[in-house]
């Protein structure tokens, strides 16, 4: 239906055989579209509501609409009216349907439905006089719907004029139709195409968005459809029918009005009527494009490809060039950029989109280029004010101008004399960057029009954009977290080799709680340890930190892995009920060529035989996740050997989307058993085998161990009595040793710092006698073991203290050295860097 000079036409019905005459005609009544806001004032007043009531748009937008719409005065009786009434006896109750309302307006019920009275559709037919009118009295059809919802639209009113269904001869019969026409109401399923009447409803609408337009059409068709009735039993709907009389001629005046108005001259007063329908088509046109972009752009939170969306999206339905830039903390995926920009702010040409030949554009502005603009040009009044700059053709002076930024590319051939729009990208009131658009020469300018669809485009773009650099930041951030908070692994331990790989995950918030870890303990042991918290992103990661520490902080101080894993469960529930992760922690023996491990809901480590080159999952009590609460761990021993190797990740490895779990893992058995040059060639080869059959999201964490053990001659132990005489004995026993491996050099610091443990611990040590042992890998590890529970620590000794200088002597002399509780007391222990020939 025309907006405001729409027609309402019949099904085809209304023309064939049976249809009450004049019915073939009453399609091309023009409806008056109004809309009343919730405080009575007209939001809406198209240009068949100015036909039908006289006034125009500018004096009812914004006015009561109880004063632009005749609604009381009673008519007198008809033998008292001053002039003859010719129409049918308004109190004949036996004709209803020809009966026009008792009233000069249009009747109680659109006064009822003005006032928020009603809460259901009214509808009804009334004469009326308009001044403005040629005719004195004017005979309206009315129909009125109460709209509900968020928006500010309470009252939908269509309105027309029943005379103008006559028959242009103005036969009898016409006239009579005419007369018994009456509006009202039915479910628009009730007529053929109904699908297609609730389709175009829409087009006898006020501009809105799409969410408005479709809230007050799915109200109208509940409410019920309008309709005009014959009679009872004759009924045909308003179908909204953008086709009238005269095609032909609408047309060229159409034409006219355009060409009148892309000239810059008013409009005649007999094209006003199609410059608003132009206007309309117009308005209507860059709203369809702005939801298309909208829809075309932010499909993703990845910055790069936001970006070169929005370049995309205007190119070439509005505009034949597009360049964006953006400032530099939002392209760095840094924090919001603060304050104004100003003359020093570099720009970073981010994208650019042209219509032009390939190529014609890429060496004089390339992409990926950082520049400032000065004051005096079009692109820093856009960055400081954050208005659209609209500059109708480049003069060859602004492109001269402009050209001067770009020192020694003559950019003057690619812009002078096109049209130019400079919109800002903002949010939150701050610029982040804006786009140049540029039409060729040949294409109509940018006007006013083009200036608020470019600054409505922007905003929306400019949100976009915001959304992705936030994610990017956030990203930034979280992964800056967990690289500070994943370790720096040394690649070699006491009796292994170690090598690790951290995957991140490949989708949005691809940054997780996965890790890794190993911790040297006593007695030439290591601790290997992976775990991964549930979920993704910031929280995960420092989730992941503090458990990563807590691990730290226990294996240090030695606790078998049962006990380590249940301490680890106490805390995480404490930290709060959101904190649950798997765990595997294993404790590697050298010595003793043993593993014992323990499990927290994780996936189960594979170890892989030296002998036969053969791999087995180890078959561990799964237990529960950390945090859980309530579930016992048990610690497992297993058996290995020198050069065995021990394989532990993350689910995200294994996991595959579809997949049963069973298929990652003896993927993941077959490939740590393949043969390898090295620690990280079997790491890599893991990573091709699992990596590469796709459909992986989670982060991966992967630890590969090499178990080469300590042989026993490089071990040497020794028993010591609680007597003081034993310490002599220690000294004497350490340089024998020392010199039997050659480590010559190492002999004085040795015995002076073996003296200082062994006259401690024999001095301190209970019943039990004291264990001495050395041992020899890529240091000098030397561990003193007593039955005492008490740690030794620094003291500040004074001048004439005769004690507390013994531990500082360590501590100055050793290369490190620690101590440790064991189940029995403690271990004291330092290590000394052997000579260079002997490592």
Request: net charge negative; glycine share 10%; proline share 7%.
């Amino acid at each position: 239906m025309d907006r405001g000079g729409a027609s309402g036409t019949p099904p085809s019905r209304g023309a064939g055989e049976g249809a009450p005459a004049g019915q073939a005609t009453v399609g091309r009544i023009p409806l008056a579209v109004i809309v009343v806001d919730r405080e009575g004032l007209v939001s809406h007043w198209s240009t068949g509501a100015r036909r039908l009531f006289g006034a125009a748009k500018e004096q009812a937008v914004g006015r009561p609409a109880v004063d632009l719409l005749p609604v009381s005065g009673v008519l007198p009786e008809p033998d008292e009216a001053d002039l003859p009434y010719d129409g049918p006896d308004p109190y004949d109750e036996a004709d209803p349907y020809g009966a026009y309302t008792a009233y000069d307006g249009l009747g109680p019920g659109l006064e009822s439905s003005l006032d928020g009275r009603l809460s259901y559709p009214a509808a009804g037919r009334a004469r009326l006089t308009v001044p403005e009118r040629d005719r004195d009295r004017v005979d309206v059809l009315w129909w009125a719907y109460p709209l509900v919802g968020p928006g500010r639209e309470r009252l939908l009113v269509l309105a027309a004029d029943a005379d103008g269904a006559r028959h242009d001869d103005d036969n009898e019969a016409g006239e009579a139709a005419v007369e018994r026409i009456a509006p009202g109401f039915a479910l628009h399923t009730d007529f053929p195409g109904a699908e297609e009447l609730a389709r175009r409803l829409p087009e006898i609408l006020p501009s809105m968005s799409v969410g408005e337009s479709a809230r007050i059409v799915a109200q109208v068709l509940e409410l019920g459809y309008p309709v005009l009735e014959f009679s009872q039993n004759d009924r045909v709907p308003v179908t909204p029918d953008w086709g009238v009389p005269r095609r032909a001629e609408r047309r060229a005046r159409r034409e006219r009005a355009a060409r009148t108005l892309a000239e810059g001259l008013p409009l005649p007063e007999d094209l006003r009527d199609e410059g608003e329908d132009l206007e309309y088509a117009a308005v209507r046109e860059r709203l369809e494009f702005l939801n298309e972009v909208s829809s075309r752009i932010g499909t993703s939170l990845d910055l790069s490809r936001t970006i070169i969306e929005v370049s995309r999206a205007v190119v070439p339905r509005f505009t034949d060039v597009a360049g964006t830039y953006l400032r530099e903390q939002v392209v760095a995926g840094e924090g919001f950029p603060d304050g104004v920009p100003d003359t020093t702010t570099m720009w970073h040409r981010v994208a650019l989109e042209h219509t032009d030949e390939p190529g014609r554009w890429d060496d004089v502005v390339p992409v990926g280029e950082a520049m400032p603009f000065p004051a005096h040009t079009p692109f820093f009044q856009c960055m400081t004010t954050g208005e659209p700059v609209l500059v109708p053709r480049i003069s060859e002076q602004m492109g001269h101008a402009i050209a001067a930024q770009f020192e020694k590319r003559d950019i003057r051939p690619l812009i002078t004399g096109r049209s130019m729009l400079v919109v800002p990208l903002k949010a939150r009131n701050v610029v982040l960057g804006f786009m140049i658009l540029l039409r060729h020469p040949e294409r109509p300018v940018f006007n006013d029009m083009d200036r608020v669809t470019g600054a409505e485009l922007a905003a929306r773009a400019g949100l976009v954009l915001d959304n992705a650099r936030m994610y990017t930041y956030q990203e930034n951030v979280a992964e800056t977290l967990q690289d500070s908070m994943l370790p720096q692994i040394a690649a070699r331990m006491p009796g292994c080799d170690i090598a690790t790989r951290y995957l991140p995950g490949t989708l949005l918030g691809r940054v997780g709680g996965d890790w890794f870890d190993s911790v040297k303990l006593p007695g030439a042991r290591t601790a290997l340890v992976v775990g991964d918290v549930m979920g993704h992103g910031l929280n995960s990661a420092a989730m992941m930190g503090q458990l990563r520490t807590a691990v730290q902080t226990m294996a240090g101080l030695d606790l078998p892995p049962a006990q380590l894993l249940r301490n680890l469960d106490d805390l995480a529930q404490r930290l709060g009920e959101h904190y649950l992760a798997t765990c595997l922690y294993a404790v590697y023996d050298p010595i003793a060529s043993e593993l014992h491990l323990a499990n927290a809901g994780h996936i189960p480590p594979v170890l892989v035989r030296a002998e036969d080159g053969s791999s087995e999952l180890l078959d561990l009590p799964t237990g529960a996740p950390i945090g859980v609460g309530g579930v016992p761990f048990e610690t497992v021993r297993v058996r290995v050997e020198p050069g065995d190797r021990l394989v532990m990740c993350t689910d995200g490895l294994v996991e595959m989307r579809g997949e049963d779990i069973g298929v990652g893992l003896a993927t993941l058995c077959e490939s740590a058993a393949h043969p390898a040059a090295s620690m990280d060639d079997a790491c890599d080869t893991i990573i091709r085998a699992l990596n590469t059959r796709g459909g992986r999201k989670d982060d991966v964490a992967l630890l590969m161990a090499r178990l080469n053990g300590i042989e026993p001659e490089d071990v040497a132990e020794w028993r010591l009595a609680r007597d003081q005489a034993e310490v002599a004995r220690a000294r004497a026993a350490v340089r024998e040793q020392l010199h039997v491996w050659g480590l010559n050099t190492l002999e004085d610091t040795a015995e002076m710092l073996v003296s200082e443990l062994v006259t401690n611990a024999v001095r301190h040590a209970d019943t039990r006698r004291v264990g001495l042992r050395l041992v020899r890998g890529d240091t000098l590890l030397c561990e003193v073991e007593d039955d005492d529970p008490m740690l030794p620590t620094l003291l500040s000794a004074g001048p004439a203290d005769e004690s507390g200088r013994g531990m500082r002597v360590v501590s100055t002399l050793a290369r490190e050295w620690g101590t440790s509780r064991t189940s029995t007391g403690k271990t004291v222990w330092f290590e000394l860097t052997l000579p260079r020939r002997s490592r």
